[in-house]
């Protein structure tokens, strides 16, 4: 039966569960109601990035942890990511200066997709055939030699930094490009930005660039 109280959909991040919590009692009959619903169509969820968006007034740490805990072991997501509905989307990324940021501490390994809806910096390279996308910037402290897509929501302030950029496809607010074959590193690290809406490479200035 729909239950007007929680509206979940999909979306080229993964899952987005939208929760009205003026509309529940208290946290634990939301919790009920949400496993529920997600419980019916578990087998398709298995793995996915479940972006909760409510107003997080309602909710304390304490509740977020059980809440992920219960997500994690019962619907298998893989990642939990909570959002206040009360914040505009569009100040999230006014910039590089600012907006939620996730850290990847690992190399990104061929075949692997990684997807955040706000910044991600991996302490770590992104080898050939890997695949990153993020709707703010996406820095890499190491070798960036996958397919890389920043500003995915059309934030033209995106940029992308590697210690050294090496990458087959690079995007940034939906504008392309393709690296050579062969491509010389120069050996110190550069950013990739947006200019008159063509991607430019510049040597990355600490001065200048602020995440």
């Known amino acids: ?120 910096i991996i302490v770590g390279d992104v080898n050939h055939g890997a695949e990153v996308s993020a709707l703010g910037n996406i820095i890499v402290l190491g070798s960036l030699r996958g397919r890389v897509f920043a500003g995915d929501n059309g934030n033209k302030k995106a940029i992308i930094a590697a210690f050294e950029l090496q990458p087959e496809i690079m995007s940034i607010a939906g504008k392309i490009t393709i690296s050579p074959d062969e491509i010389d590193s120069p050996g110190y690290p550069e950013v990739a930005r947006l200019k008159e809406d063509l991607i430019i490479v510049e040597p990355y200035l600490p001065n200048k660039y602020t995440y």
């Open 1 to 120: 039966m729909y239950d007007e109280r929680i509206l979940i959909k999909g979306n080229k991040n993964g899952l987005q569960a939208i929760i009205n919590m003026d509309k529940f009692g208290d946290f634990e009959e939301m919790l009920e109601v949400l496993i529920e619903r997600l419980s019916r169509g578990k087998k398709f969820y298995k793995g996915a990035t479940l972006t909760l968006v409510t107003n997080l007034k309602h909710i304390n740490e304490r509740q977020m942890r059980k809440l992920k805990d219960v997500l994690f072991d019962e619907i298998l997501i893989k990642d939990c990511i909570f959002l206040d509905k009360d914040e505009k989307e569009d100040k999230a990324f006014s910039g590089v200066y600012e907006g939620r940021t996730k850290f990847i501490r690992k190399t990104v390994r061929s075949g692997q997709v990684i997807n955040y809806i706000g910044n991600i």
